[in-house]
């Protein structure tokens, strides 16, 4: 019987967790996002995890900037930010306006507040195979959601579909840690489907509406749709979850799968954060 992962409720878990350790904190982790634009994809993401941090009791500051913001200013906000003793986390919502240089603007984030991991310093300790101060929230939550579910990552063969720095090269090297062999693919790959139908764990981050169907996938596999499109029919993933279903062990569902993991990781990581830097002040 195919077995739901049903990541709402797993992250529900640990929002919980994370809310009654914040109630015993003598002050409260900050969070702090920086929204650039009109992306009103974004404007949701932003409110969502804004509205998740005030649940847990963090304090939390969302600074929106209009579209033709320019990338002086947006350092500007970085490094008031970075100085601030009472921001624990900086998170830069992606993507920025056109024309801005998102990687300039990522670097200028201190290591120890980058509560998504996308900093070269944490992303390069992750490639490394050491511990970052914060791991990037989707890949972390992927896994979580994984292990939470007890399915075997280590000699599994998993294949992952997108390489983007945010989901598909992450979840790739915490997987081949957790002794999976990981393939990864794009979208000049050939023969895909051949390559997809090797998988046990299929990860796909493609970005493409139902681009998956039971073809793509080998029997008794495990599918991590990790894909937010939204189509005239509403929201739904990379995965074609009806076709799918039947074939799969495991599936995650969209909405209600990788999304509030991936942001139960961000509040994860504002909280360790707070604490990495509450040592380093000791
Ligand atoms: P991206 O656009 O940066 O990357 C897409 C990747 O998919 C590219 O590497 C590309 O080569 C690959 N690809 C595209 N078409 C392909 C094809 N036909 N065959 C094989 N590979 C193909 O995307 P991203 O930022 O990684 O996001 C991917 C999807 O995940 C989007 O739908 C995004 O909204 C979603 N997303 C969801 C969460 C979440 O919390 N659930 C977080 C981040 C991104």
């Known amino acids: 019987m195919t077995v739901i992962l049903d990541g709402k409720s797993l992250a529900d878990k640990i929002c919980e967790q994370l809310k009654s350790e914040t109630q ?36 939390s500051v969302v600074i929106s900037l209009p579209n033709d913001v320019t ?11 970075n100085e601030d003793d009472d921001v624990n986390g900086i998170l830069v919502q992606l993507p920025l306006p056109e024309g801005i240089n998102t990687q300039k603007i990522i670097e200028a984030i ?36 994984l292990e939470h579910y007890n399915i ?4 599994s063969h998993t294949v992952v579909i ?19 062999t990981v393939t990864m693919v794009n979208s000049y790959t050939k023969n895909l489907k051949d390559i997809t139908k090797t998988a046990d764990i299929l990860i796909s981050a493609a970005g493409l509406p139902n681009f ?23 929201l739904t993933g990379d995965v074609d979850f009806n076709d799918c279903f039947e074939s799969a062990s495991f599936i995650t569902p969209v909405p209600g799968g990788i999304g509030p993991m991936t942001i139960a990781m961000l509040m994860e990581n ?12 000791i």
Do not use: M, W
């Open 110 to 145: 201190e290591p120890v507040k980058d509560c998504d991991g996308f900093t070269a310093y944490n992303f390069g300790r992750l490639a490394l195979g050491y511990k970052p101060y914060a791991y990037p929230c989707t890949p972390k939550g992927i896994v979580k959601l």
């Open 212 to 234: 998956i169907t039971k073809e793509f996938i080998k029997n008794n596999a495990v599918i991590v749709d990790v894909g937010i499109n939204r189509t005239e029919y509403g």
């Open 24 to 59: 015993k904190l003598s002050k409260k982790p900050k969070l702090a996002v920086i929204y650039a634009g009109d992306n009103p994809a974004s404007q949701i993401y932003v409110k969502n995890k804004q509205k998740k941090a005030d649940y847990i009791g963090f304090d």
């Open 162 to 180: 997108g390489r983007s720095n945010i989901v598909g090269k992450p979840v790739s090297l915490l997987l081949q840690q957790k002794n999976s």
């Open 71 to 81: 990338e002086e200013n947006l350092l500007e906000h970085i490094y008031i930010l």
């Open 152 to 155: 075997k990552l280590q000699s």
């Open 270 to 281: 504002t909280l360790e954060l707070y604490k990495i830097q509450r040592l380093f002040k």
